[in-house]
């Protein structure tokens, strides 16, 4: 006689389902829903008002997403400041690696930003900006060459030094052909109201960044299809979304869409806020029971993502506008090339580069905390 299966039989599997489902939204394939997103706005709303909704939604949508997705990394990085800088938390390269990118690097920011403030200087204010712009496609694909190798290795998939060669080169070359796409003859700019002259791009780097994109996709492909052959079906169709998503539609082809390019920003944090939960959930898991009877794992979530939420708003939105409302009219930044928000632009560009520098540290395989992403 069959046996009948019960809603308890099936439930693990329901659950396991929705919980891969829910994955594969948060490292990137929301982002695949927003294009036919985006042209129903467009038929039903017009061009102009789908972008007016679609401004305005990711807008908000920043002090949920975006903004907290900076702050936790604060929240991250600094706890336990000072067994991770001089105790046996880390190993010494990894030691060297958390003082320079929590000491040396914000200190060396403040002091060029506070620099270009000093001076209204907005040339060097704009540098600042530049680099910021130019790194964030190194944070991208970064992000997302360790997210596809931590998802595969959730999923049982280990890569040969070789194949990891392969991901991330096809990672750099593309993060170097989004940054010298379109070319730059070096023109007037403007960002958060500061006016500054753009640095040039050589002629020949656009083509040669997209032919380095091109052979070691073809190079990352071919590695892929080996590996298959080798090992037999691979589970990677969330881990290869996450990566794709990060270099050719996140970066290559942000602007593809005048829609989607407003919630690109919110894709990617959301992406990083997964890897958050993953991490903090884990070790909560872990640690709310026998012999430490820590807070559960809900409540740890609650307070990491409601602090995150809380300092990003104060470093990103509530510091900012008041140093601007109450030091900029004063200052008479309004009438330089410095603009009227000059200290928004400022407080921006050291939080982004700032967060690159320290994710470069939380997120390595010698970091010991990493661990918990694969429980």
């Known amino acids: 006689m069959t046996a009948v299966k019960t809603t308890d039989d099936l439930a693990p599997s329901a659950t396991s389902a929705r919980r891969h489902v829910a994955e594969f939204l948060a490292v990137g394939g929301l982002t695949l829903l927003l294009f036919p997103l985006g042209w129903t706005l467009r038929e039903l709303f017009g061009l102009d008002t ?48 958390f003082v320079f990118a929590g000491v040396v690097v914000p200190v060396a920011l403040l002091a060029w930003a506070t620099t270009a403030l000093v001076t209204r200087d907005a040339q060097t204010l704009g540098g600042m900006v530049q680099l910021m712009f130019l790194l964030v496609g190194w944070h991208y694909v970064k992000q997302g060459f360790g997210v596809m190798l ?17 991901i991330l080169a096809h990672c750099y070359a593309g993060w170097a052909y989004a940054w010298a796409n379109p070319f730059d003859t070096g023109r007037p700019r403007i960002e958060h109201g500061v006016v500054y002259d753009s640095i040039a791009h050589p002629l020949f780097l656009e083509p040669l960044a997209l032919a380095a994109t091109i052979t070691t996709g073809a190079w990352l492909a071919l590695v892929l299809l080996a590996k298959r052959r080798r090992e037999g079906r691979l589970p990677l169709t969330t881990p290869l979304v996450a990566l794709l998503m990060s270099i050719w539609v996140w970066l290559i082809f942000s602007g593809s869409d005048r829609l989607v390019r407003y919630a690109l920003p919110a894709m990617h944090s959301l992406q990083y806020l997964y890897f958050v939960k993953l991490l903090e959930g884990n070790k909560a898991k872990e640690r709310e029971g026998p012999p430490h009877f820590e807070v559960s794992r809900r409540a740890r979530l609650g307070m990491v993502f409601g602090s995150a939420i809380l300092l990003g708003a104060v470093i990103l939105r509530g510091v900012p506008m008041s140093l601007d409302a109450f030091l900029s009219a004063d200052a008479g930044f309004a009438e330089t090339a410095l603009g009227a928000t000059p200290f928004f632009a400022a407080i921006h560009a050291f939080v982004n580069l700032h967060h690159y520098f320290m994710d470069a540290v939380i997120w390595r395989r010698d970091n010991p905390e990493t661990r918990y992403l694969f429980a």
């Open 50 to 97: 789908a972008e007016l909704i679609t401004g305005f939604t990711f807008f908000h949508a920043a002090r949920v997403l975006n903004d907290p997705h900076f702050a936790v990394t604060y929240l991250l990085f600094y706890r336990d400041v000072r067994s991770r800088a001089f105790g046996e938390v880390f190993v010494k390269r990894q030691r060297l690696r």
């Open 150 to 166: 931590v998802l595969a290795g959730r999923r049982g998939v280990r890569f040969s030094k070789r194949e990891r060669l392969a």
